[in-house]
């Protein structure tokens, strides 16, 4: 009998965008995204989570945000062109839940499972939850899970799926006094049953800052790694790497920062990593990490933004190959938010991160308009392709990143009008490429960032590797062009502009153009 060998081949899937405006608060968000697949492999649809992100922990103690909580989370069902199939609300009306993650049952292929947390309408309490479900978005079961009491009060949240079908998360309990907490690891059964818990014997500061994406270490160990950021007794913080075993027994944590140092690329300094980052291991020992970083211009260090950094680590935790992710804002001086990151196949990763002006944020604001960048790399850090997505007049805020069978990624959250009249949740398929055409869609996609906005004598561009740019115009708003480059296309000269706004049209060696609206100051 001949043995047949089929080669592993992809279906260019179409890819779409997906919004939906909801009658809640405007906090809701699309957080997660499962790719659903049938027994040949072939995409079949989609699940999306969407929840309330400002539900869990806030309670009506002093000195915390009171507000009710009346609406649970939900789950959408999409197919492969993103149209909406079905919904399913995963608790009662009048007890809010928020889901973390979505997950394929390990045991049974026609159900799913969702993890997160609820919590009643009286804030009184939070629990973790796993809710089993059939591809019908028909609720079979929803567990609740007890915890200390001191442990009630949660928020952030990592979570994995093991090599056994555990589910592996952490989780930051508030101490509303100080503002630090120990760390909390819980391993469930698929089942919902509570396998271990323990305490970090780390103390973190917010959840944001506190806990990096957890893994599962490659080498048949079945232990897992996440980067944090410890107090270290009240003293400087240190940026470790996590190695723990099943029962989150802590045996090894190495301080990247030591490792790292300085890393100059391309006249640019990055240092001072952050533990909002994401991490992946592979079969050789290595490891690679997306953190967010502060990028200095080495010739004017009065000049600095936060990037994102790609970096692979070899067996020892030292820097091998570090690659940072341009971005576009209206300020050079942004906050880069690592939002998220997923691999396929341990062969590319796919990160996703949100930039919003510094000046905004600090007041307490996400007001002006921002874009989220979506970026590809390699196992060696090398960035395949990356693009800025947002559009004027809008707040993109990305919650995940999930990559796809074909190679491709979605990319979950929210965005509103700066006016905030108009909040929807959404989610984007990208081709494996990077490209859109969803026409919508499309208008919103840059393969380029350019910045600072308004800027005064030069114009900076920073293009995705996988694009070749032929040539740069610039026209006032009557139409008429006033500058031409067709070389060193990464800067346009300004100078002898008079003040105001002007359009700027980026041509591509394959003859795609773009159009921008940039301000001379």
């Not at 001191?150 to 990592?158: C, I, M």
């Not at 190695?243 to 920062?257: G, Q």
């Not at 909002?276 to 502060?294: L, N, P, Y």
């Amino acid at each position: 009998m001949a043995l047949l060998l089929v080669a592993k081949t992809f279906s260019q899937q179409p890819d779409f965008l997906f919004d939906r405006q909801f009658p809640f608060e405007w906090e809701y968000a699309a957080t997660h995204s499962l790719e659903l697949r049938n027994d040949w492999g072939e995409t079949v649809g989609y699940l999306v989570a969407a929840s309330d992100l400002l539900m869990v922990g806030y309670s009506t103690r002093e000195g915390r945000l009171s507000r009710e909580v009346t609406h649970p989370a939900r789950v959408f069902k999409l197919s492969p062109e993103g149209e909406l199939l079905g919904e399913m609300a995963m608790n009662e009306e009048g007890r809010g839940s928020s889901i973390l993650k979505l997950y394929r049952d390990p045991n049974d292929s026609k159900y799913c499972l969702a993890l997160g947390r609820i919590m009643d309408s009286t804030l009184s309490y939070a629990k973790i939850f796993l809710a089993k479900f059939d591809l019908n978005l028909n609720l079979a079961w929803l567990r609740e899970i007890d915890l200390p009491e001191e442990y009630r009060d949660l928020l952030g949240g990592r979570s994995l799926m093991d090599s056994q079908g555990d589910i592996v998360f952490c989780l930051w309990p508030f101490d509303g006094a100080t503002m630090w907490s120990h760390l909390l690891y819980v391993r469930l059964s698929p089942e919902g049953e509570l396998e271990a818990m323990a305490e970090s014997p780390f103390r973190s500061w917010m959840p944001e800052m506190a806990q990096g994406g957890m893994f599962e270490f490659k080498d048949g160990s079945g232990d897992y790694g996440q980067t944090i950021v410890n107090d270290n007794n009240g003293s400087d913080s240190d940026y470790l790497l996590v190695r723990m075993d099943r029962d989150f027994t802590v045996f090894s944590s190495n301080d990247l920062e030591s490792h790292i140092h300085m890393t100059e690329t391309d006249g640019i300094i990055i240092n001072q990593y952050y533990s909002e980052s994401f991490g992946a291991s592979m079969a050789d020992g290595t490891k690679m990490i997306a953190s967010r970083g502060i990028r200095y211009d080495g010739w004017n260090p009065g000049l600095w933004d936060e990037v994102i950094v790609a970096m692979k680590l070899d067996q020892n935790d030292s820097v091998v190959a570090l690659s940072y992710i341009p971005h576009d804002n209206d300020s050079v001086r942004a906050l880069a938010f690592c939002q998220g990151m997923d691999e396929s196949d341990g062969e590319a990763f796919f990160l996703c991160n949100g930039v919003y002006d510094r000046h905004s944020w600090q007041i307490g604001e996400i007001g002006g308009p921002n874009r989220f960048v979506v970026t590809k790399t390699d196992a060696n850090a090398n960035i395949i392709w990356s693009r800025c997505y947002g559009a004027g007049g809008h707040v993109f805020q990305p919650c995940s990143v999930v990559a796809t069978s074909d190679e491709g990624c979605l990319v979950m959250g929210r965005y509103w009008t700066t006016d905030q009249t108009d909040a929807r949740a959404f989610v984007v398929k990208f081709f494996s490429d990077g490209s859109l055409s969803v026409p919508e869609a499309e208008a919103f996609v840059r393969p380029y960032a350019y910045y600072p906005n308004p800027a005064q004598d030069q114009l900076r561009l920073n293009y995705s590797p996988d694009v070749q740019p032929a040539s740069i115009e610039l026209y006032d708003l009557q139409g008429r062009l006033v500058r031409s480059q067709g070389s060193g296309l990464e800067s346009l000269n300004l100078q002898g502009l008079a003040a105001g706004q002007y359009v700027m049209k980026v041509t591509m060696a394959d003859g795609t153009t773009f159009s921008d609206k940039v301000v001379k100051e």
